[in-house]
């Protein structure tokens, strides 16, 4: 059974730029979860998306965007890159939201912004 | 705002010995907290969990007890062996659809 993917897994653009990040859930698993975890940091919540809607953000610009496909994988879009947007970005799923679904991770695309 | 408070930031421990680690959340309303393992370069991984209408909930070498009241809960590992060395986050629900997490604790299991 393959867990949470994503691609790529590591990136590197320069300030101004946009980037874009894949995400496939666990089969079966209809939420997706995005999180921003810099170096020496715990993950920082960015979007949540169940059955192809919003449904949480985070306390991140504009600049960030998300959707979720019929498929359940995800994408998540960031503009106008800055130097302070290097960080791990985690994808997690899980089965429906809420707290008796938890959370499964995938390995994170590392982003670096010069 | 939303919170969640973690330490030590660093812990180190003799292997053998217990470990313990401390969160303090500040959304009353939180009422899921699990905690999550992350090896060096790997992703964060779920070691446990605990719901609000329990106090203590152990897992073989295992244990995280939660204080309601005081708003706080702690993740103990006992016979620690090289193998628990990682780093630890806490996390607190304080609705469905957002989770927040603790900055970590770097465990190192010495020799």
């Known amino acids: 059974d393959a867990g949470v993917t994503q691609s790529p897994t590591h990136l590197i653009k320069t300030r101004g730029q946009h980037v874009t990040l894949r995400c496939s859930p666990i089969s079966g698993h209809k939420s997706v979860s995005w999180y921003q975890q810099v170096l020496g940091q715990g993950p920082q919540f960015i979007f949540q998306?169940?059955?192809?809607?919003?449904?949480g953000r985070g306390n991140f610009p504009d600049r960030f965007s998300a959707r979720q496909f019929p498929n359940y994988s995800s994408e998540l879009n960031v503009n106008a890159l800055l130097l302070g947007d290097s960080a791990l970005y985690l994808c997690?799923?899980?089965?429906?939201?809420?707290?008796?679904?938890?959370?499964?991770f995938g390995n994170g695309t590392r982003l670096t912004v010069t | 705002g939303e919170n969640v408070e973690q330490h030590p930031s660093t812990l180190s421990v003799q292997e053998g010995d217990s470990a313990v680690i401390k969160c303090t959340y500040s959304?009353?309303?939180?009422?899921?907290f699990p905690w999550y393992k992350q090896e060096l370069g790997k992703r964060p991984q779920l070691i446990i969990d605990?719901?609000?209408?329990?106090g203590e909930k152990k897992d073989q070498r295992i244990a995280v007890t939660l204080n309601k009241t005081a708003k706080h809960f702690s993740l103990h590992i006992t016979e620690t062996q090289p193998e628990d060395s990682a780093v630890y986050f806490c996390a607190a629900h304080p609705r469905d659809d957002k989770i927040i997490f603790g900055k970590g604790t770097r465990l190192h299991i010495l020799p």
């Open positions: 959304d009353s309303a939180s009422n899921y």
């Open positions: 997690a799923s899980s089965f429906r939201t809420g707290m008796d679904s938890p959370l499964h």
């Open positions: 605990i719901r609000s209408n329990v």
């Open positions: 998306y169940y059955e192809k809607e919003e449904r």
